[in-house]
């Protein structure tokens, strides 16, 4: 089994190539940022409406069950 080195790289040299991959990202424009924004915001709205129906079925079975 081989040892590997490893390399001991200030805080400050991290910080560097941490800005240097931030500059290759591609970014979206602030029209697409609002289209996925409102995405999300749709999606999350559906996720509790459809989380607040099996709530309110199941406490319904479970009066009748247990009623």
Sequence with gaps: MSEQKVEKKGV??????????LKKVSWPTNKELVSYTGVVG?????????IWICDT???????IVLG
């Design 12 to 21: 400050f040299q991290f910080i560097r190539e941490v800005r240097a991959e």
């Design 42 to 50: 749709l999606a999350v709205v559906i996720v509790c409406v459809l």
């Design 57 to 63: 079925a199941f406490a319904k079975l479970f009066r």
